[in-house]
């Protein structure tokens, strides 16, 4: 029955892609997309056995759909309590107490009083669960789905930059090998792809006079699934989103503004607690990082990166922060890995630390479309790796956390290529001229 319904949800899902507009719109051809599809797909089933058989599934993805099947079991026979559950409208805690204390990451071990992002996941697959038949690969063939319409829309976001090497474009988002095993789970990083991805897009339809009321309302939905699955991605792209809608009309001295406008944020953030202790972001990322340290305290072996621990000063921020960069670009490095999973990731490392040195040799002039963008993913890449590296000292969380800015990077080093140097490499040119 499984096998059965999982072919027949396939189906549904290519049938999708064939007709709705927003992937006949994109430039790829049906085929193309769907064989990324089947190959997330793929990706998902190798995950899980991978999990199954070297870790026992102790997994994040596993224990977000067994949450969400311990909820529908007891709920599924009472429509509003489960519908309360799912949209948290008119849901209270102390009603379903019973229920939720059978449940794994419904309640954080370390609780800072902001919204548990775990509940997005679980309630996700609560939603999954009306359909799935209680089938974890079913779960994981709906956020394949998911994903892929994230990663299409960060391909339609930046394709018409970079219309000479399309095809380069198309591996850069779909195609990295972390990429395409990491966004294959049920993970929140599946949710942010989907919301980052159709957040640039929307973007881009603003930055070219090219939106509609949809763009808008895509927009803040995107922001609100931020708001409640990774808080951390919402504050790293503060910048970005100010300097986009106060200079994406200007050319002139971008470098200046948009470094003004990090100062500006960051001593707001290091000043909002003298008004109120609730808004204090650093000890936010104190403590976030306090709970990776007990975290990693109870595995064994420990495996902890060469860190410093935070204190809840801009000055000790500022000394870890070129550390964090560090560790969240290029650990775990070749000779420390101890798995397959992490020598994968080291080799993928190693890939992204050459492409910036071929740049030395393809560079060439940016437009100014070119280099407002430039200076928007630096932004937030940047921010996002000094936040992760601060945060997280355990390489193999790294991986997965950084995993939804690998597309980013990728498109940030394409953007900065003289894209009539790069088509002179015969193997570019090659992979140019395939039909995708």
């Not at 709906?142 to 095809?167: E, P, S």
């Not at 100062?263 to 403590?287: E, G, H, R, T, W």
């Not at 000063?313 to 890995?337: D, M, Q, R, V």
Request: charged share 15%; glycine share 4%.
């Amino acid at each position: 029955m499984e096998v059965f319904l999982s072919l027949v949800y396939i189906l549904i899902l290519l049938f999708v892609i064939k007709k709705w507009s927003f992937f006949q719109n994109s430039g790829i051809r049906f085929q193309s997309i769907s064989v990324i599809f089947l190959l997330k797909i793929a990706s998902s089933f190798l995950l899980y056995i991978i999990y199954d058989q070297f870790y026992g599934y102790q997994s994040d993805s596993y224990y977000f759909f067994n949450d969400a099947q311990i909820i529908y079991k007891e709920l599924k026979n009472n429509t509003a309590d489960l519908f309360s559950v799912i949209t948290s409208i008119g849901y209270s805690d102390f009603e379903h107490e019973s229920i939720l204390r059978e449940t794994s990451f419904w309640y954080k071990k370390y609780d800072y009083g902001l919204y548990n992002d775990n509940r997005t996941l679980i309630r996700l697959n609560l939603i999954f669960s009306i359909i799935s038949h209680g089938s974890y690969h079913i779960h994981s063939i709906f956020m394949c789905f998911i994903t892929l319409i994230g990663f299409v829309a960060i391909y339609r976001a930046f394709c018409n930059y970079l219309k000479q090497i399309k095809n380069l474009l198309f591996i850069a988002v779909f195609l990295a090998p972390s990429v395409l095993f990491w966004g294959s789970g049920i993970f929140k990083e599946g949710i942010l792809i989907f919301a980052l991805g159709l957040l640039f897009f929307s973007l881009q339809k603003i930055y070219s006079n090219n939106y509609s009321l949809k763009s808008i309302v895509i927009l803040f939905f995107t922001i609100g699934i931020l708001l409640v699955t990774k808080i951390y991605v919402l504050l790293g792209l503060i910048p970005f989103l100010i300097f986009f809608f106060l200079f994406r009309n200007s050319n002139k001295n971008l470098i200046i503004k948009i470094l003004g406008i990090h100062i500006v944020c960051v001593s707001i953030a290091f000043s909002l607690k003298y008004i109120d202790n609730s808004l204090d972001i650093p000890q936010y990322f104190v403590m976030k990082q306090g709970d990776f340290i007990n975290v990693a305290n109870d595995q064994t072996p420990k495996r902890f990166l060469d860190f410093q621990k935070l204190e809840n000063n801009l000055g000790a921020f500022i000394l870890a922060s070129p550390k964090a960069i560090l560790n969240t670009a290029f650990k775990p490095f070749l000779w420390e890995s101890k798995n397959s999973l992490a020598i994968l990731s080291s080799i993928e490392n190693i890939i992204l630390l050459l492409i910036p040195l071929a740049l030395i040799f393809y560079t060439g002039q940016v437009n100014s479309s070119q280099k407002f963008w430039i200076y928007g993913l630096l932004s937030f890449v940047i921010l996002l790796f000094i936040i992760i590296g601060l945060t997280v000292p355990i390489s193999g969380a790294i991986v997965r956390y950084k995993m939804p800015l690998i597309p980013f990077i990728l498109v940030l080093f394409l953007l900065l290529m003289d894209q009539n140097k790069i088509r002179e490499l015969n193997w570019v040119n090659k992979i140019i001229n395939l039909k995708i």
